[in-house]
């Protein structure tokens, strides 16, 4: 029988993790993901969890620390935020190329400067290109079933790569909400002890991250490319998997509202809870409008989105992180790239940078949006193609 | 070289190398630029050249040594290092 108890969105990544039976933590301290490995060292303390807590010297260790372990068999896990994430870059690759399932919470917060510890996405879109599964949670709900759902994906044999499960920097890293969590043994049946492929292991040396000179490296970099696209697959059954134990649906994409929709707007994490309650609002004057949100961020999911938009007219892409010189913006180049590729030229489509450094994306801010989309799908044109809300002159 | 290389399905995952000593097959001698030649008439035989050589490309014989230029790449760490200065760094002439 489900429990419902509050935890904010630390610590429901926390208490999953705790309850996936996971081996080894390594991580580092930062605002706003602190409570997440917090709460984490009190259940080893505690007793409530079997695993080696290794407090490191900064997040370039903890990401090195968790290659180490992951490299030896163990299930893995850490959790960073911001400059953190930033400087765990470099090892970010050496996890997904040396296929190492490590899950990491990754409560996103904007990046210096100006120094800011404020929720944006600034952080995980600087390394959207790591070759890690990227999931976005809108809520303390999601954060707690993904986290769950991301160490079997991780370590499914087809897959071997790691994944990080994004929320909002304090929105969802700090707020509590009622999470329906699952007994500690129907997760130990859904996941059960991880069993690695290949590990490390004296009596049989093996030689891990050897140099790969232009003879190797393309192909061995193309069997990442081919691993994130057997992850689709992947995901779908797990979903399943998932669904059938907690009665939670999910998938790569949440559409809400989108049967009908004729604009609508595509965003990721928290915002998309704001934009729901919107549409819901703006349906009721008998507009037509409708929200996507990408659970999976990457690998991106364009067969599902472009299911999603088959009678839209109109989308408003909003990023909360800045492309510097880009045409559009991370999520919506995305998008674009998805409908090109589908040929839904047709489709016309409008970036809005909103929310950086933690700033406030308000019910109105998002129906002054939803109205101009609106227009869009009306006129079928497009006035600004990349819009930054609010931000003064 | 008309070698065929492994595509990327059969190479182990992540680029492992899944059998130990595989850089023996990798003969970095064709690196070098400068050979260190040994005078083994003047060689103490006092090891430091075996201790120092990051490839192991020292080969110990009884009363001397000798370079195993199969894998020597020539960096000339031996020649630097021996008291007696009886090895020389002569240029390769390929």
């Known amino acids: 029988m489900a429990k419902l108890i509050g935890l904010t969105g630390n610590e429901a990544i926390a208490y999953a993790v705790k309850q996936c039976n996971v ?43 968790c290659v180490g372990a992951s490299l030896a068999g163990a299930r893995v896990f850490t959790a960073t935020a911001s400059q953190g994430l930033a400087l765990m870059h470099e090892m970010l690759y050496i996890a997904s190329g040396l296929r190492c399932p490590i899950v990491m919470g990754v409560a996103n917060r904007a990046l210096s400067a100006p120094i800011n510890i404020h929720g944006d996405h600034s952080d995980m879109m600087g390394s959207r ?27 499914d044999p087809r897959v071997l790569l790691p994944v990080s499960v994004n929320i909002d920097g304090f929105i969802l890293s700090h707020s509590m909400e009622g999470v329906r969590v699952l007994e500690d043994e129907e997760v130990a049946k859904f996941l059960p002890q991880r069993k690695p492929v290949i590990s490390i292991d004296p009596d049989k040396p093996i030689t891990v991250g050897a140099l790969c000179l232009p003879d190797y490296y393309f192909e061995v970099k193309f069997q990442q490319v081919q691993a994130l696209k057997e992850t689709l697959n992947v ?6 998997e998932y669904e059938v134990l907690s009665g939670r649906k999910y998938s790569f994409i949440d559409a809400y509202a989108m049967d009908d929709a004729e604009a609508a707007i595509v965003c990721l994490g928290s915002t998309a809870g704001t934009a729901k309650a919107v549409a819901k609002s703006l349906r009721e004057e008998g507009k037509r409008v409708g929200v996507i949100k990408p659970w999976v961020y990457r690998p991106f999911p364009e067969e599902e989105l472009v299911k999603a938009v088959e009678n839209v007219k109109a989308l408003a892409v909003l990023d909360r992180a800045c492309s510097f010189g880009a045409p559009f913006n991370a999520l919506c ?24 450094g933690g700033r406030d994306i308000t019910f109105n801010d998002l129906k002054l949006i939803f109205n101009d989309a609106l227009e869009t799908a009306e006129t ?14 | 070289m008309s070698e065929i290389k492994a595509g990327w399905k059969s190479l182990p995952l992540g680029g492992y190398l899944l059998e130990p000593g595989s850089a023996l097959k990798y003969k970095t001698g064709e690196w070098r630029s400068f050979r260190p030649v040994i005078d083994q008439k003047r060689c103490v035989n006092c090891l430091l050249c075996w201790i120092y050589c990051p490839d192991s490309a020292i080969i110990r014989l009884e009363k001397y040594v000798d370079v195993n230029y199969e894998y020597c790449k020539g960096c000339g760490i031996c020649a630097n290092e021996c008291p007696v200065k009886c090895i020389t760094m002569v240029e390769e002439k390929r």
């Open chain 1, 235 to 240: 995901i779908r059954e797990v979903n399943r």
């Open chain 1, 380 to 393: 079928g044109i497009v006035r600004e193609h990349v819009k930054y809300v609010g931000v003064r002159e």
């Open chain 1, 23 to 65: 081996d080894v933590v390594a991580a580092y301290p930062i605002t706003p993901q602190t409570i997440m490995v917090e709460v984490i060292s009190e259940y080893v303390y505690n007793g409530e969890m079997n695993a080696e807590f290794i407090c490191v010297e900064s997040e370039h260790s903890a990401m090195s620390a």
């Open chain 1, 129 to 155: 290109d790591c070759g890690w599964i990227q999931i976005y949670a809108e809520n303390a709900q999601e954060a707690y079933d993904w986290t769950i759902q991301a160490f079997k994906i991780a370590e």
């Open chain 1, 333 to 356: 180049s995305d998008v674009i790239a998805a409908l090109y590729r589908y040929e839904r030229k047709d489709v016309k489509i409008f970036n809005c940078v909103y929310g950086l």
